[in-house]
């Protein structure tokens, strides 16, 4: 018993290697976290920096919007306004199965008038992607319910898009830009540099969601675009606009142009053309609305050139104001085809021959000059040439006679035909003759007092005053263009109708034209209106375009307080009273 007792008292010894071992263990693993963690703190720590920020730090742009478009009274002719884009993260919106399944995103695919199905497959086939596209500049009513959707993966940029108050009176003129903010047509394309702004950029930290949680400071302030201020007025720009395109219509015709231009400085005060469009609306900018026909348009500007031709004569010293002209019998042939005036008109002056617009009158008036003579004129008024505009599309105009011409060659020209001018071209030529002869270099920016621009003398101040005189008998009774007349003003002016080319010679189709300078006085205003293709009974330049030339002259005058210069009318001088005290519409 003794013996057992003794045996349970004996103690069991401690296994005293073990214990070692694990502490040695431990104590390695724990030198081997302190090693570790001070070679990732010390020795890796700009490495490890840069991993961490390559994943959530982000550099994210800060929008710039272009310049305003401004006429030259201020009025807003183009402003950008800010709008919402929504885009995907293809990769976030397939990490949960259930997203692209919920009520939620039924309602997002509704809100943009997507398909369901079509729309799943769509971010399906771009799943490795973390910045797609969805919707540039939605409505910002959508915009809201989108956002109150809050779906995981669809996101929102703040951009801008142009807006343009005047819509389609200046839509011509002004142009558009795209869906990123460039110019594509008129000034916002030939002034896109000018006008657009240099984005700028930020450095924020971003969430797994790719949501803003910190900014760490501007890395370029954005640059806002410069504003630019057009020669244009928009007042005259509506009157041409609406008149315009009453006479289109009336008329049936396929399309038209007005210009109007400041004679003592060349700055363009209005450009309309029909038919136009709606820049605000991305549907309506086809082709054949978008054409700024007063620049790109050519037609033979028929008797509208007749007054150079007499300019051709006067500076020649071959004929002088009292010359006079045997048209009779009112047609002659020259080679294989005729000249001819509608009816025999004896002997005429030159102011005659303007008032009457004889084919025989400038015709023999040409044939006494020397080509050089004879031409000189045209292209000392920039037929054949672009104005210097600036504005893309503007076309050059067709001037080239051929060195062997024949007389009837000669002749055709002398009376507007076998060449082609624009609108904007022919509104030159005629705001040469109301400045004396001088040509100002023509501008669609406002030109400021003091400012220095090319001036040039090519025409004798003596004959163009003689001239401008002279058309004045146009628009008195017996003349042309009669319906140009303004009340309380006088008129200098010229009608041209001509006929348009076709293959094998001329068709059955017209331009209408009437051009003119107001008050003839003292011209302010050089005035071109051009119908083109009138389908009705009245297709003559002194009954389609002339009306026109009168209402935007008529306005434009009183909208300047331009003094009237024919005071024998007695409403002129209760028109002007009219204007004066506020009370003329």
């Not at 006008?195 to 969601?209: A, E, F, I, R």
């Not at 920039?382 to 080239?400: R, V």
């Amino acid at each position: 018993m003794k013996k057992v007792q003794n045996r349970k008292l004996k103690t069991v010894p401690l296994c005293t290697w073990r214990y070692y071992v694990m502490i040695a263990v431990l104590l390695c693993g724990f030198g081997a976290l302190v090693t570790r963690a001070a070679y990732l703190q010390v020795v890796n720590a700009e490495e490890l920096t840069e991993a961490g920020e390559s994943r959530s730090v982000r550099v994210k742009g800060i929008s710039s919007h272009r310049g305003l478009i401004l006429d030259r009274n201020g009025v807003e002719l183009a402003r950008s306004v800010p709008t919402e884009s929504v885009w995907l993260d293809p990769k976030t919106l397939l990490a949960n199965e259930d997203v692209l399944q919920s009520k939620e995103w039924k309602a997002f695919a509704a809100a943009l008038k997507r398909n369901e199905n079509q729309l799943n497959q769509w971010v399906k086939d771009r799943a490795d992607k973390r910045f797609v596209w969805l919707e540039r500049h939605v409505d910002p009513n959508v915009g809201l319910y989108i956002k109150r959707l809050d779906i995981p993966g669809v996101e929102f940029k703040t951009e801008y898009r142009r807006y343009y108050p005047s819509a389609e009176v200046t839509a011509h003129l002004v142009g558009f830009t795209g869906i990123d903010d460039k110019g594509l047509e008129g000034v916002e394309r030939a002034f896109d540099s000018f006008l657009t702004g240099q984005p700028g950029s930020k450095q924020v930290v971003v969430d797994l969601y790719r949501r803003v949680v910190e900014e760490r400071g501007i890395l370029a302030q954005a640059e806002q675009g410069n504003d630019l201020q057009l020669s244009i007025d928009t007042r005259i720009q509506a009157t041409a606009y609406k008149e315009l395109k009453k006479a289109v219509l009336q008329n049936g015709a396929k399309g038209g142009s007005v210009v109007v231009v400041d004679v003592d400085t060349g700055e363009v005060l209005a450009m309309a053309s029909q038919p136009s469009f709606n820049p605000n609306r991305s549907d309506s900018r086809l082709p054949e609305f978008t054409r700024n026909r007063s620049i790109t348009d050519l037609f033979e500007p028929g008797s509208t050139v007749k007054p150079l031709t007499v300019v051709s004569g006067l500076s020649s010293g071959k004929f002088s104001t009292n010359s006079t002209v045997d048209t009779s019998p009112g047609r002659m042939k020259l080679g294989y085809a005729w000249v001819r005036d509608p009816r025999n008109y004896g002997v005429l002056d030159l102011d005659g021959i303007i008032k009457k617009s004889s084919n025989m009158g400038v015709s023999k008036i040409a044939l006494e000059l020397s080509d050089q003579e004879f031409l000189s004129t045209y292209y000392k008024v920039g037929f054949g040439m672009e104005t210097g505009l600036g504005i893309q599309g503007e076309a050059d105009g067709i001037l080239a006679p051929r060195a062997n011409w024949s007389e009837h060659e000669k002749a055709s020209m002398s009376y507007g035909y076998g060449f082609m001018v624009s609108p904007i071209q022919l509104a030159q030529a005629y705001a040469i003759l109301g400045a004396g002869g001088v040509r100002n270099q023509l501008t669609l920016i406002k030109r400021t007092d003091g400012q220095e621009y090319p001036q040039e003398q090519v025409i004798e101040p003596e004959v163009a005053r003689a001239v401008v005189k002279m058309m004045e008998e146009v628009v008195s009774e017996g003349g042309t263009g009669t319906q140009a007349k303004v009340d309380g003003y006088r008129v200098a002016g010229k009608t041209g109708t001509s006929r348009k080319a076709v293959r094998g010679g001329y068709g059955d189709e017209y331009v209408t034209v009437f051009a003119g300078l107001v008050p003839a006085s003292d011209p302010k205003f050089a005035i071109v209106v051009m119908v083109d293709e009138p389908a009705g009974d009245s297709y003559y330049g002194g009954t389609v375009s002339a009306p026109v030339f009168s209402k935007v002259a008529d306005k434009a005058l009183h909208l300047l307080n331009i003094a009237p210069d024919n005071k024998s009318q007695k409403h002129a001088i209760a028109t002007a009273t009219n204007v004066v005290g506020g009370q003329h519409d």
